[in-house]
């Protein structure tokens, strides 16, 4: 691998990460996992002059669920230790899902979830289900902390509200309502490793009675410049009775709010099609979560 020169720092504490950051401004970047971060330098689409190792920062690995706060994921976190921890599993499946379904087995143990954020690809495994989770994102810098939705978060192809001398700290997913889920569909050419034609998450929660829609969030992924919320769909479904005409209009919304392009992975007319049929999928999906807890009670 060709690339131009560059510094390495590998801090032993999170206040030493943060000071150095701090420092060096837009001549770091973040070196984590490295498996978009290193390809993009390698392809010379970046050329920092330093890169600063998290990968052993203690202070940003863990996973933890609090009754009041949810689910808790520090960004150092390796997308295998998602994939395989039961408190994931427990609290947001459809995220454990998602993270099994991202690159390699030999991937998942370098990658970061933070990385597949930050990167920002509109096609990456996590944030529709991040979206639907309504997770909120812990954003660090030296001296303090701010909190935003991670609806905010993304601002453009590739771009984030990540300010200068910021850095993604930690996920906190709230806990689930009674009577609601999340489930996560996608597309791809084949059964193997690569990026995702299409994707979404779904969050549905029925009222009190079971039988209409007290709140629903649907992302949609690689059909627009970022992942993104199809909030005009949304506001219609809130309230409907869960009837083929929920269904009709939650597939039919999703399709209007998409604005895919064509590349090498699949044509705008084809991604139109199928993100209805994964939108329909999805909720059915969570209608069985929901209707399997109710048995169990």
Request: hydrophobic share 40%; glycine share 8%; charged share 25%.
């Amino acid at each position: 691998m060709h690339c131009e020169p560059f510094e390495y720092e590998k801090p032993v504490s999170l206040r030493e990460f943060e000071s150095l950051y701090a420092a060096k401004g837009e001549d770091a970047k973040i070196l984590a996992g490295g498996t978009d971060l290193m390809v993009l330098i390698k392809e010379k689409l970046l050329a920092p002059r330093l890169l600063i190792d998290i990968s052993d920062l203690h202070e940003l690995q863990g996973i933890s669920f609090d009754s009041r706060q949810g689910l808790t994921i520090m960004a150092g976190t390796k997308i295998a230790e998602i994939e395989r921890s039961a408190l994931v599993k427990e609290h947001a499946p459809a995220l454990a899902y998602a993270a099994a379904n991202l690159g390699s087995n030999q991937v998942r143990w370098m990658a970061t979830m933070a990385g597949n954020i930050c990167h920002a690809s509109p096609a990456a495994e996590t944030p529709p289900v991040l979206l639907a989770h309504d997770c909120e994102l812990i954003i660090g810098k030296q001296g303090g902390e701010r909190t935003l939705p991670i609806s905010r978060f993304f601002l453009s192809y590739r771009k984030t509200a990540l300010e200068p001398g910021e850095y993604l700290k930690a996920f906190r997913l709230p806990p689930l309502p009674e009577r609601s889920a999340v489930a996560y569909r996608f597309k791809g050419l084949r059964r193997a490793m690569e990026i995702d034609m299409l994707n979404i998450g779904a969050y549905l929660e029925l009222s009190e009675e079971g039988q209409s829609v007290s709140d629903i969030r649907l992302a949609m992924g690689s059909v627009g410049p970022t992942t993104y919320r199809a909030t005009a769909t949304e506001q219609r479904l809130k309230g409907m009775q869960i009837d083929d005409e929920f269904f009709a209009t939650a597939c039919g919304g999703v399709v209007q709010e998409a604005s895919p392009i064509d590349d090498v992975r699949a044509s705008a007319e084809y991604r139109n099609r199928v993100i209805g049929v994964l939108t329909r999928r999805a909720l059915e999906e969570c209608l069985e979560i929901i209707a399997s807890r109710g048995n169990k009670a």
